[in-house]
Every structure is written in structure tokens, then in C-alpha cells.
């Protein structure tokens, strides 16, 4: 395989987005947006009202009614994608047929099918083009085709799906993450993400001092003496009663340690009634030992 074949092989990686899912509540203000655009429209251009209400879907949701061969323009604000709109075929024929029909007229008569019904209509779709990027772009826009890529209609996109029904036809919007936000607004955005932050705080407990908190713990502890090295030979000869002498001395304390092998202190051997005994004992820094407690065992 060529190194020409294996570089078309490799698909380049969706781009790097922040996951978004907007709810219903955020759908319902995007459609009402768009109605409000397309009531203005009506009132400029139409005698009547034309325009339905208007669904807006996640993108994730609606794309199966996507058709890949359909025309496309994307909407862009700062080299950054806002929007694409599809446009159906012949799309400039629908707004005439609507605006002379709606005006009273025949779509058979001269003026709704010559040149003076065109620019009308060629009027009227730029009149409503202007509107609907003055609604989703802020500024500086530029156009061009373009389809959008897949993975906008992918859960957790952010983006939106928007079919406008529009003069007997249905233009198809999708709406990009940053255009959603931009079109809720700022305030709307904020406010929200500072209630959810409220929200999610863990419930202030009272913490209660360490030593409360550990005090019924258990933990094991052993007593030594100094160790002591036997030849194996005379290990092999030992016999029950047979007596040991230890390197400890008498007035050496005992260690008491973790079971871990960590020294918790010293103590001596004693005896507490009919039990055997250790009274602790603390080393100082000068090597001297201080009692502190007896503990029967």
C-alpha cells in the first residue's frame, strides 16, 4: 500500500468540545425565539399570518431526518461555525407562491411569475435571511457551503436541530453549541450554572474532634523482652524445664509495641491483683523513664 493510500485511511479526529445536553425547558425558549422571528417576518411581508410553531429537537434526536444530498450553508463568526441551513430545491419559488397567494393572487398571474414577482420574492427570502442571522450570529458573519460534520448529531453535542416551517416548506437549521448559548443568553447561562452550584454543595456536618473519633478503636498491642541467640545445637537438647537466661536485665524496662513493630512506650512487669501487670513508662530525652500508667493483662 502506498504512503499516498494509507494517509486517506486515517480520519481525522472530531474536534475538542465541552459535552452539553440541553433540557426541554431550553428547547421550548429556542422555538419560541424563532416564532417570534417568523411573526415579525409575517407582519412585513404576508397579509395575514403563515407561519407555524416551531419545534426545536437535540440534534442527536432529529438527525435521521437529515438528507445528506440536500444544499447546505454554514453561518460563521470568527472562522467559528454558528449555524447551517438547508435549503430545499428551488426554495425562492416557494416564497413567491406564498407571498402573491397569501396577497390575494393567483399563482397563474403574470405579476406573481415574471420578473417583478422574483424580485419580491428574492427580497423577501434576504429580509428573512438578515433577520435569522441577526438572531444567531452576533456579529461579522460570513457564509459559505458546507455540510455539517457528524459528529454534531451525537449525544452530549450541545447541538440543536431546528426545522422551521417557513412558507410551504420546511427549512432545516442546526444549531451549533456556541450558537445555543449565545441565543439563551449569557444571564439565563449563569444562573443557571450557579444554582446547580448551590445545589450540589455536600451538607455542612459538625466534625468532631480526633480523639472523640478514635477513641473506641481498637488497636493490638504486644510486650518483649530483649531477644536472645541460641546455638542450634542446644536448641536441639532443650527440655521442658530447662531454664534460659535473657540478656535483659532486671531493671531494663520492657518495649510495648504495635503489631506493626512500631514502639509505643516502655513498661515494666507487676502484677494487679490476681492478673499480670505492665506499668508504662515514657523515655524522656535524657533517657530516663517517667511512669504514666499501670495496665492489667
Known amino acids: 500500500m502506498s504512503e499516498g493510500a494509507e494517509k486517506k485511511q486515517i480520519a481525522r479526529p472530531d474536534p475538542l468540545q465541552k459535552m452539553r445536553w440541553w433540557s426541554a425547558q431550553h428547547l421550548d425558549l429556542i422555538s419560541g425565539r424563532f416564532d417570534a422571528l417568523n411573526a415579525a417576518w409575517d407582519k412585513d411581508w404576508l397579509a395575514s399570518g403563515e407561519s407555524k410553531a416551531t419545534r426545536t429537537l437535540l440534534a442527536s434526536e432529529g438527525s435521521a431526518g437529515i438528507k445528506e444530498s440536500a444544499s447546505w450553508r454554514v453561518f460563521y463568526q470568527s472562522d467559528t461555525p454558528f449555524f447551517w441551513l438547508q435549503l430545499p430545491t428551488k426554495h425562492l419559488d416557494h416564497v413567491q407562491e406564498t407571498l402573491f397567494t397569501n396577497a390575494g393572487s393567483t399563482t397563474g398571474g403574470s405579476r406573481s411569475k415574471g420578473n417583478v414577482g422574483k424580485s419580491v420574492a428574492s427580497s423577501a427570502w434576504e ?67 450557579e444554582k446547580r ?19 473506641h478503636k481498637k488497636v493490638r498491642i504486644r510486650v518483649e ?33 504495635f503489631a506493626n513493630g512500631g514502639i509505643l512506650c516502655e513498661a515494666y512487669l507487676g502484677v494487679q491483683g490476681q492478673k499480670k501487670a505492665i506499668e508504662l513508662m515514657m523515655a524522656t530525652p535524657q533517657n530516663k523513664t517517667v511512669e504514666s500508667k499501670s495496665v492489667a493483662y
Open 127 to 193: 429580509d428573512y435571511l438578515l433577520k435569522l442571522t441577526e438572531l444567531l450570529v452576533p456579529a461579522n458573519t460570513d457564509m459559505k457551503i458546507d455540510a455539517p460534520a457528524q459528529y454534531l448529531y451525537k449525544a452530549w453535542s450541545g447541538a440543536v436541530q431546528v426545522p422551521l416551517q417557513w412558507c410551504g416548506m420546511t427549512l432545516m437549521l442546526l444549531l451549533s453549541q456556541a450558537c445555543v448559548e449565545q441565543l439563551l443568553g449569557k444571564d439565563l447561562l449563569n444562573a443557571e450554572a
Open 197 to 215: 452550584s448551590m445545589s450540589h454543595k455536600p451538607p455542612r456536618s459538625r466534625l468532631a474532634p480526633l480523639m472523640q473519633a478514635v477513641q
Open 225 to 257: 523482652l530483649s531477644p536472645c541467640e541460641i546455638e542450634i545445637g542446644n536448641l536441639q537438647q532443650m527440655q521442658v524445664g530447662d531454664v534460659i537466661p535473657l540478656p535483659h536485665g532486671l531493671e531494663q524496662a520492657l518495649q510495648v509495641k
